[in-house]
């Protein structure tokens, strides 16, 4: 699901559920030093204690070997559900869109691209072909509707493929709908607060209709570059579809030891979801498929070390990456959990390695900083429940860094109900203007 700025609103019944699922990852190789904590040393008890000092934090070197730390990635878990192996794209549009040609020539291609073969291959999904193009009549009997709600619009694919109307395609095991609304269309989508913009809750997203069609649908919400914010859209919803066409039984979820990455993507853990936030993750494809694209999450590349947003951005990748994990249990919505983080009870404060990484050479250092429960576009920084620092804010591959943690008040700011005894921390590490991101869990207990 191709989220908004506002994800817990969405009330579709789509790819959008906090999940933790699959095995689990092994940790990294521990930094000198690691698990100093603020309360280590000498006991003040001690004769001498007034005339020793604790030793100074190990702050590493530039390493020639990449990466120097491995970093802590999640896996997406498959569910047992099925996938589509030979998916059949059927793209639904208003014939008076300006867009329907270009919109056409993307579907046409992108299921034969190296893109296509790139994002969901490691997946089990073959190559993508077209089912045929529906362009819906706008006459003076049929005319342009100026509102359409998010049901009404999975309606309308029940009712035309569903039913066996003229010029819809019909439908099989593989085939997805990919529905265009008109640009002219306001689309709505039910919230808790009543019919909500739907471009304020999320940019699309994919299910199965009532008619138990497979389903996805990329709104027009940019006013500005409407056909790649479409075209990056429908490669994200078509990435998920073809890879949880049942969401919640394809791929979908992480592995138990990665509950922090499931709080930074706010629950959706699909592999379109897991790069969204990304600011490279929409880039241009070449000619002549020349469109707008989204990366997608590869476990592949994660568990190498890599990039996990496919195909991998330009130059070497890089980061930084806790080191030194304990299990905690954890308390969520699924139950109590082992789970890899920090413990601090609140009023207590522990400081914990980080390594900088990177998969080859660096041009320079790259920075570093800490932040409480962030994720770029959702939640911004705060300092409610957490007091954070860092006390290194640039490196090169093989250096450490060490976060400093006071939990002020236990749970998190956004969701204290469902998280009552659990936050995160966010490391962000830039470099020309490329940001890439590590959450760390902290319990409570």
């Known amino acids: 699901m191709k989220l908004g700025l506002f994800p817990f609103l969405a009330a579709v019944t789509a790819a959008c559920t906090f ?23 000498i006991d003040p008890g001690s004769p001498d204690a007034a005339d020793e000092a604790p030793p100074p934090l190990d702050h590493g070197k530039p390493s020639t070997t990449y990466p120097a730390f491995k970093p802590d990635m999640p896996a997406i878990g498959r569910n047992g559900g099925r996938i589509l192996t ?80 003229a010029g819809w ?29 739907a471009c304020s809750v999320f940019g699309g997203y994919h299910t199965v209709t009532q008619g138990n069609l497979i389903y996805a649908l ?30 919640s039984s394809g791929y979908m979820g992480l592995d138990s030891n990665h509950i922090s990455w499931s709080m930074f993507l706010r629950g959706t853990t699909e592999n379109g979801d897991a790069c969204q936030y990304y600011s490279d993750a929409e880039y241009l494809e070449a000619a002549p498929f020349d469109f707008q694209v989204q990366r997608l999450w590869s476990n592949a590349a994660a568990a190498a070390g890599k990039n996990p947003c496919v195909p991998a951005a330009p130059g070497p990748y890089f980061g930084v990456t806790p080191t030194a994990l304990e299990m905690v249990s954890y ?32 041009s320079g250092p790259f920075s570093a900083r800490v932040s ?23 490196g090169l591959n093989g250096e450490i860094a060490y976060v400093t943690v006071t939990v002020n008040k236990a749970g998190v700011t956004l969701d204290t109900r469902s998280y009552a005894k659990a936050n995160y921390v966010t490391v962000l590490a830039s470099l020309g203007g490329v940001t890439h991101y590590m959450p760390i869990l902290i319990t409570n207990n």
């Open 19 to 41: 999940g933790a699922c699959g095995g689990s990852t092994s940790d990294n190789s521990p930094a000198p030093d690691a698990g100093v904590t603020t309360d280590a040393g």
């Open 86 to 165: 030979a998916p059949v794209i059927v793209p639904v549009t208003w014939e008076t869109d300006p867009n329907v040609a270009r919109i056409d020539s993307f579907v046409d291609q992108i299921g034969t691209t190296d893109y296509w073969a790139t994002v969901v291959k490691e997946y089990g999904v073959g190559v993508a072909t077209v089912g045929g193009h529906v362009h819906i009549p706008v006459t003076a009997a049929s005319p342009l509707p100026t509102t359409l709600s998010t049901d009404e619009l999975e309606q309308i694919v029940d009712d035309g493929a569903g039913a066996g109307a």
């Open 169 to 197: 395609p019909a439908p099989t095991a593989q085939t997805i709908y990919l529905v265009f609304p008109h640009p002219s269309t306001a689309v709505t989508a039910t919230t808790q607060s009543g019919p909500t913009p």
């Open 218 to 247: 990329a709104l027009p919400c940019s006013k500005n570059k409407v056909l790649a914010n479409l075209t990056a859209t429908a490669s994200h919803e078509l990435g998920e579809a073809a890879t949880d066409p049942e969401p």
């Open 331 to 362: 308390s969520g919505r699924q139950g109590a959990i082992m789970t890899k983080g920090i413990n601090i009870p609140v009023g207590a404060t522990k400081t914990f390695p980080v390594g900088f990484f990177s998969e080859a050479a660096m």
């Open 372 to 394: 409480e429960g962030f994720t770029p576009g959702v939640v911004g920084p705060s300092a409610s429940h957490l007091s954070v620092s860092i006390d290194k804010t640039s």
